[in-house]
């Protein structure tokens, strides 16, 4: 057994009070099927890259490159509702990414495997999670869509416990 502290953290886009009370506003249309869970949205995020199991000792290194992160003018459009079937989750996706966010993640992953962190090899989808357990495509008339400005970035924690929040926010860094 191990002394050592970890946690599972990952970097993401988080969203100010005025982007989580649009998204709400988009998202109350929604029927969730039976059974489907929805995510409270203090755990909205979109994320930027999934570190996994990290030891408590390199949390300060990985929050410094926060600061490194550029400000994005273009806002992120999430405006595809989409059933992931083999997750089981409902998420709202981007149809479009802005070319200077796709460059501006690509760098933060780039800068993290250059300083020996493992990252999943799968494309990146920029999303929100918004209902896990979810076994159909819900019921929806007319497009859900948020304009998501890029204003924060955070280093956040994946939860070991089920309950209301599965994520929690470590260090939050405004962009503007």
Avoid at 19 to 38: Q, S
Avoid at 95 to 115: F, M
């Amino acid at each position: 057994m191990s002394c050592v502290k970890s946690r599972r953290l990952f970097l993401a886009l988080w969203p100010d009070a005025a982007t989580r009370a649009d998204l709400a506003g988009a998202l109350a249309r929604l029927t969730f099927p039976v059974g489907a869970r929805p995510l409270v949205s203090a755990d909205w995020h979109v994320t930027l890259a999934f570190l996994g199991t990290v030891p408590e000792v390199a949390r300060a290194s990985i929050a410094a490159r926060l600061a490194d992160f550029p400000v994005l003018s273009a806002p992120l459009v999430l405006d595809a509702l989409s059933w992931w079937e083999d997750a089981s989750v409902l998420v709202l996706e981007a149809r479009h990414v802005p070319p200077a966010l796709v460059a501006a993640q690509a760098a933060l992953c780039a800068g993290l495997v250059e300083s020996g962190w493992r990252l999943h090899a799968r494309p990146w989808r920029p999303h929100v999670t918004i209902a896990r357990a979810v076994s159909s495509a819900p019921a929806l008339s007319g497009g859900v869509s948020c304009v998501w400005p890029i204003r924060r970035i955070a280093l956040a924690e994946s939860l070991p416990t089920v309950g209301p929040t599965r994520y929690a926010l470590l260090v939050d860094h405004e962009l503007i």
